[in-house]
Every structure is written in C-alpha cells, then in structure tokens.
C-alpha cells in the first residue's frame, strides 16, 4: 500500500509538467478561465509541420546534425580517455580527472564569450563546425566520465588472449574492446548527443542567429507567445530525450542514467 | 576460484603504475579539446575581459573591467539574486532527495518502472521544463485556472505571481524538479551499497527511527549528499535557459546578466560580460572543488560510491 502510494507520488511530481504541455499542443482555442482546451485541434501540428514546415524542418535537421557529430567526435575521444582513466593507474590521473570535469560544470555561457571572437577572427564563427566545436567542450567530456565507468568494470585479459593468438592491436580493438564495450559506447553516444541537443545559449553565441537549431526556434516561439505551438515544439525537442531514456534503460539499467543535465 | 584468480590479476594489472606518458598519449584527444576549446575560450575570456579588445580600439591591459563590474551596483544585486535562488534551490531539493532516497529504498528498491519515472526529468532539457512551468505556474496558467474553477480566487489578478516574480518561485519549481532525482539517485547509491547491518545493529541497541537516521544513515550519505549538492549548486549557479525565460528583468540572475552585457550593442559593455562570466566560472570552480574534497575524504573513509 505505502508502495503504491510512493509510486504515484512519484510519477504525478514527474509526470504533471507535462499535463500543460500536452494540453496546449492540442488545443485549437482555450481562452482563460477554461480548465481545458474548449476546442481541440491538431492546429499547432499543422503549424508546426505544414506552415512552418520548412523552417521546422531546417531546425530539426540542424539540431539533428549538430547533435550527432558532436556525438561522433565525443565518443572518438572518450573512449582512450575512458580506458585510461578506468583501467589503468598512473601519476597525475587526480589532476587530469579534475581537469577533464571541470567543462562538464563549467557554464558553456564562459566558454562561448570567450571564445567568441578568437572563431569569428578564423572564419568559423556563425558556421556548423564552430558550434560543434563550442557543443563539444560540454560533451565529450560527458562522454570520457561514462567510458571511465565502463572501463572500470572492462577485463582487459580477453584482449591478451587475443593478442596470444596474432592478432593485431587493431583486430583487438575492432574485434574485442569495441564488441565489450558496445553497451557503453552507445550510451556514451546518447548522452553526447542529448547533452549537444539541448544546448541553447553556446550555440546562440557561437551561431549567431545563423546556425537556426531546436532550442533558439523555441525561444523565439516563446517570446512570439503562441502557446500551442511553442507546446508542440516543446514536445518534438523532448521526444529523444524520452526515447534516449528508454534505449539506455535496456543497455544498461539505471546506474549509469545519473548525471544528465 | 578461477574467477577470483582473474580478478586477482586484473586487479594488479589496474594498480601497477602505468607510464604517464603512454597515458597521455591515450587522452590526447580529450585533453586537446578541453585545454584548446575550454582552456582556450576561459583564457581568451580573461584577455578580453582584462581590455585586449583591438576591435574597439583597446589594446593595453586593464583592470577597469573587473574594477567596474564589481562597483557595479546592479552586479551585486545580480550575485545576491543568484546566490540566494542557487541555495534555496539546492537545499529544498536536497531535502526532499534525502526523504526520497529512504523511501525509495524501504519501498520501492526494485521497481523498475518507478525507477524509470524517477530518470525522466534526467534527460529533460531544462528548456523544456521551464516552458512547462510558464504553462502552469503563469497568471494565466494551469493552477491559476484551477483555482479559479474551484471558487479559490475571483480572477487571474489574485492568482499570486510565480513566474518572472521576485522571489523566483517559477525557477525554484523548474530546478528543483530536474535536480531531486539527480541528488536522490547519488544517495540511493551509498544507502544501497551500505546495506543494512548498522541500522540492525542501532534498532537491537533500541535507537528510535530519529536517532538511527540522525546518528547512522545521515553520516554514511552525508559525503554523498554534499557533492552532489555542490554540483546542482554549481549548476544552478551558471545556467542560463531556466532564469532567462522565468526570472523577472531586475534584477537579474548573474549569467542573464553577463549574456545581456556581452550582447549589448555599447561593445564596451562587451568586457564587463565576460568578466562577469569569469566570475560565475571561479564560483563554479570553487564549488565543484568542495564536492571533489568531499568525496575523496569519504573515499578514505570508505562509504563513497
């Protein structure tokens, strides 16, 4: 009973935020005082898909694109990172540790000042590869603390065996490190890309209006004061991040979800 | 036995020191992009920040930028609001993680589908909930006509201002809401790692259920409790989507304030939103310090993660 009473307090505190947000994304007209939506609508929907299409469809495919490169070059450098922070013992590894945590708190709003001018004096400010870069210095940090767990519990001996038969250090990685460690590469990969998804303000800095993703169409939407559709976006940008949940809930169970901002 | 020959080994694989320089080589990658992008934008910062701004006609070094942003009024009403939002934030949700975690454990220690629902704000962007919380928490929102359908209040003048209000309230909900499950889930890791002798041992010498958690369950999570503190502190401290959509105009939170001055058109206000950014980037710093001491010291005592 005291079980089932935690459990849907727990899921009503979750849950109820998006009980407005649904409500919104649906509703046609829903004048105050109304409880709910007098008319119900897909209008948002066509707004979102149909009007507004092409610019929606710019800004999903930027983010999408953004998101997964910077996921790409996460993993490619959080992996080696990972496997020596997870598996081996060396001088300095405090120092290091600290250092490569410090962009995971550190506010990107620091970084992308900074860094601002120094991209605009090389050409790639206001371009894709200067806000990958930016989304980058949140991200693959991200992505060497998750493969710094996973190495923990990696047994590097399967790789000697390998090693005693002829293979070679590249067949060892492709063929044994990368096979055992798939789980968490790819939930390295999710949280890069969820990480590089959300960010807003690097990329409105670094971007400068020019590189259009998810989160600056929605602010905009925002200030614009179209509820239902501003609702509706809302709920396209949080879909992956639902959807990353429930993949990474199968690969790896709960332990490893802590940490996401 | 053969399995434990082999994590025997491995294990002393593990402690051997191994070359840094062989170790170096392996993180190169990450380490290039952390000293060039991160260490390089926080430096470049500083430059600007301290007047090196050859656009605007600067190019001698100055402490005029620091100087003016910490005589700036506005600035420390700016730092007052953020502090005092940052702390009631961390401690409120920090409290209601410490009595989540215990029930968690005593009820619900192998659901899997609470503990699926409990992850779910992890992932939310915090756009997202901030969006939800104007939704509900505005004068026109969800609860204002609720209240109003159940004959509480007479229209939306005396619904109470939750969002872009004084107190912050709207951004108290949003970061709470996204940081409990992040604290409790730290706590459930030791409590559950700690198992359940103690406590056994505290209820045979006849410790009532205060003093088991006063004296036993709040030391063991304590180091834990306090990093993760730390971190959300820290967190709240820098971010910039939630109080940018739900915090009022004036004053505002530091970082609305450091974007604001930094994308003014007066470029010389430029300098003084970077230096202000370097003042979030060493309280953060500060912060996450704390939480890395804390959780050494627990490692020593034995009860971190």
């Known amino acids: 009973m005291k079980r089932v009473i935690f459990g849907s307090a727990v899921a ?6 998006f009980v407005p947000l649904a409500l919104w994304a649906f509703s046609s007209r829903w004048f105050y005082p109304h409880l709910l939506p007098e008319l119900w609508g897909l209008r948002a929907w066509t707004y979102v898909f149909d009007t507004a299409g092409a610019q929606m469809a710019e800004a999903l495919f930027q983010s999408v694109r953004v998101a997964a490169v910077t996921a790409i070059l996460s993993v490619i450098g959080g992996v080696p990172a990972g496997r020596a922070l997870g598996l081996y013992h060396f001088r300095g590894k405090d120092l290091l540790s600290v250092i490569l945590m410090l962009p995971i708190i550190v506010p990107p709003l620091c970084v992308a000042m900074g860094l601002h001018l120094w991209l605009l004096r090389l050409g790639i400010a206001e371009t894709f590869g200067g806000v990958v870069l930016v989304h980058l210095t949140a991200c693959l940090p991200y992505a060497v603390f998750v493969m710094w767990g996973v190495f923990s519990n990696y047994n590097p001996e399967f790789e000697d065996q390998a090693r005693s038969l002829g293979a070679s250090p590249l067949k060892v990685v492709v063929r044994v490190m990368i096979p055992l460690t798939f789980p968490g590469i790819v939930v390295a990969a999710l949280f890069s890309f969820l990480l590089s998804w959300s960010q807003y303000l690097s990329t409105l800095i670094i971007g400068g209006g020019k590189i259009t993703t998810l989160p600056i169409l929605l602010f905009a939407l925002m200030a614009s004061g179209d509820r239902p559709v501003a609702a509706a976006v809302s709920i396209v940008f949080v879909a992956p991040a639902l959807a990353a949940l429930a993949v990474s809930a199968r690969y790896l169970g709960s332990r490893r979800m802590m940490g996401v901002w | 036995m053969m399995t434990k020959q082999t994590t025997a080994v491995s294990e002393a694989r593990t402690r051997t020191l191994q070359r840094p320089a062989a170790m170096i080589g392996l993180m190169a990658p990450a380490l290039a992009v952390v000293a060039v992008l991160f260490g390089g934008g926080l430096a470049l910062g ?27 009024p506005d600035f420390f009403r700016s730092l007052g609001l953020t502090l005092y939002l940052s702390l009631t934030s961390t401690l409120i949700a920090t409290a209601i993680s410490v009595s989540a975690a215990l029930a968690f454990n005593a009820l619900a220690g192998r659901s899997r589908v609470i503990q699926f629902i409990f992850q779910i704000p992890l992932t939310v962007p915090h756009l997202v909930i901030a969006v939800a919380v104007v939704f509900m928490l505005a004068p026109n929102g969800l609860l204002s006509r609720l209240l109003l359908n159940l004959g509480l209040i007479d229209s939306s003048a005396a619904f109470p201002l939750l969002v872009n209000d004084r107190w912050g309230f709207g951004i108290m909900a949003a970061y709470i809401w996204k940081e409990v499950p992040f604290i409790t889930l730290m706590i459930l890791a030791v409590l559950r790692g700690a198992g359940s002798e103690l406590l056994d041992v505290g209820r045979t010498l006849k ?11 709040l030391p063991i999570i304590f180091p834990s409790l306090g990093a993760a503190g730390l971190i959300v502190f820290a967190y709240t401290f820098g971010a910039f989507e939630v109080p940018y959509l739900l915090g009022q105009t004036y004053p505002m939170m530091l970082p609305v304030w450091a974007y604001k001055s930094y ?26 310090a704390m939480a890395q001491g804390l959780t050494q010291a627990a490692r020593r005592r034995g009860v971190a993660l």
């Open chain 1, 12 to 17: 009503v505190a979750v849950l109820l935020p």
């Open chain 2, 207 to 217: 410790a009532g259920r205060w003093q088991c958690f006063r004296h036993i369950t």
């Open chain 2, 263 to 288: 994308s003014d058109v007066d470029l010389l206000s430029r300098p003084e939103g970077i230096a202000a950014g370097l003042v979030i980037a060493a309280v953060v710093t500060a912060a996450i």
């Open chain 2, 46 to 72: 500083l430059v600007q920040s301290l007047g090196h701004l050859p656009a605007a006609g600067m190019s001698s070094l100055t402490l005029d930028h620091f100087t003016h942003v910490l005589a700036d």
